[in-house]
Structure formats: structure tokens, C-alpha cells
T-cell receptor, first 117, second 114 residues
Framework: DSGVTQTPKHLITATGQRVTLRCSPR?????VYWYQQSLDQGLQFLIQ???????AKGNILERFSAQQFPDLHSELNLSSLELGDSALYFC????????????????FGPGTRLLVL | AQSVAQPEDQVNVAEGNPLTVKCTYS??????LFWYVQYPNRGLQFLLK??????LVKGSYGFEAEFNKSQTSFHLKKPSALVSDSALYFC????????????FGGGTRLMVKP
């Protein structure tokens, strides 16, 4: 158990809908990362938050957004869902950011499996 | 841009034999390299990382990895494979100039047969 929790574990929804994925980082971790794992794209970095502020963006669609709250949990919002958004969404956390952050290990949650029908 | 290549989609090895899962990388500056393992219906578990220092890194569950700067490789190894090692293995790199994001390889499925 990495200490990172994600809810829900599974999500089934229809095209055009909006869903929210939730992540709680390990105790003491200030950085939260979101990744998407799909069969065709592999594991891709979406976005990073550090202590409530967005720090880095990857291949995140405009239909997707995220935020990190004062209690450090994070939510990934996916809207106008398409069939191709079906994937496993992982949250990871690490202690910090910056020069020290490069050396840090990111610990991953169990993921949320999203199925868009 | 940084990238990782795992040239083998699948590696088959008999239990008790040594195993190697290959990884090569491309990054600007010094690389920070990681190996993760994913079991079915589970998240990614951290195995080991190379930051600096000794080129041979020891990690969890008896795994180790060898960093080779001239060949830009970071191969994962284990002297004696177990059936329970069967899983999906991911190599990842984080470059100094790319923020804290990890760039993952496509993954290698390790199958250890009794």
C-alpha cells in the first residue's frame, strides 16, 4: 500500500457526461500528479500540483481540469467525455518540488478505471 | 524532449533463471531513472531509482538495475526469477529540465514460467 488513495475504483458513464476523480496524497506529500494509462497512449503525464498551485502540464486535454485543495487532496475533472477517454487514471504524490523534487520518488495510487460507453 | 524505450513487449524466462528487462532513455542533462512494476488490477509500485553514484542500484524484491551512461541504458535485472515476478514493468525518466513529470516507456510484460 503506497499510502495514496483514489476514489472511485471504477466509473462507468456515458459519452458527453462529466466525472470527478479524487485523490488523497500520502501524509506529508505536497505534490500531486495525475497520469492516464490507456492501451494506445501508454502512461502519460497529465498535470502536477504543488501545495495548491499548478506546477506542470503535460498532455492534458482542454476538457480536463484539476485542482488541489487546502487539505492537499486533488480532483481531476473530466467533461464532455468521449469513448477515447476510457482509461486508467492514476494519481501519484511526492514530498516536494524543484531541485529536490527531481530526486524524489512518486508513489502511485491504485487508480480509477473509467469506462465511457 | 525526454523519452524512454523498452524494446521488448514481453520477456519470457523460466523460474530460477536470471532475468533482464531492457530500458534505454534520452534526456537533456543528468537523468533520474526509475523502475515501477504493475500487477493486474493494481497501481504502479516503485522498485528502484538511480539518482547519482554507484551504477548498480539495488531495489525491492531482489531487483537491481544497472545504469550505463555511455549506452544510455538502465536495464532491470534479477539473479533468479520467481513466478510471482510475472507482471508489467515500466521504466521512467525524469530530466532536470522537464519539471517533475515522469516519462514512461511502453512497458514490458514479464512472464516467469515454472
Amino acid at each position: 500500500d503506497s499510502g495514496v488513495t483514489q476514489t472511485p475504483k471504477h466509473l462507468i458513464t456515458a459519452t458527453g457526461q462529466r466525472v470527478t476523480l479524487r485523490c488523497s496524497p500520502r501524509s506529508g506529500d505536497l505534490s500531486v500528479y495525475w497520469y492516464q494509462q490507456s492501451l494506445d497512449q501508454g502512461l502519460q503525464f497529465l498535470i502536477q500540483y504543488y501545495n495548491g498551485e499548478e506546477r506542470a502540464k503535460g498532455n492534458i486535454l482542454e476538457r480536463f481540469s484539476a485542482q488541489q485543495f487546502p487539505d492537499l487532496h486533488s480532483e481531476l475533472n473530466l467533461s464532455s467525455l468521449e469513448l477515447g477517454d476510457s482509461a486508467l487514471y492514476f494519481c501519484a504524490s511526492s514530498v516536494g518540488v524543484g531541485r529536490v523534487g527531481f530526486q524524489e520518488t512518486q508513489y502511485f495510487g491504485p487508480g480509477t478505471r473509467l469506462l465511457v460507453l | 524532449a525526454q523519452s524512454v524505450a523498452q524494446p521488448e513487449d514481453q520477456v519470457n524466462v523460466a523460474e530460477g533463471n536470471p532475468l533482464t528487462v531492457k530500458c534505454t532513455y534520452s534526456v537533456s542533462g543528468n537523468p533520474y531513472l526509475f523502475w515501477y512494476v504493475q500487477y493486474p488490477n493494481r497501481g504502479l509500485q516503485f522498485l528502484l531509482k538511480y539518482i547519482t553514484g554507484d551504477n548498480l542500484v539495488k531495489g525491492s524484491y531482489g531487483f537491481e538495475a544497472e545504469f550505463n551512461k555511455s549506452q544510455t541504458s538502465f536495464h532491470l535485472k534479477k539473479p533468479s526469477a520467481l513466478v510471482s515476478d510475472s507482471a508489467l514493468y515500466f521504466c521512467a525518466v525524469r530530466g532536470l529540465n522537464a519539471g517533475n513529470m515522469l516519462t514512461f516507456g511502453g512497458g514490458t510484460r514479464l512472464m516467469v514460467k515454472p
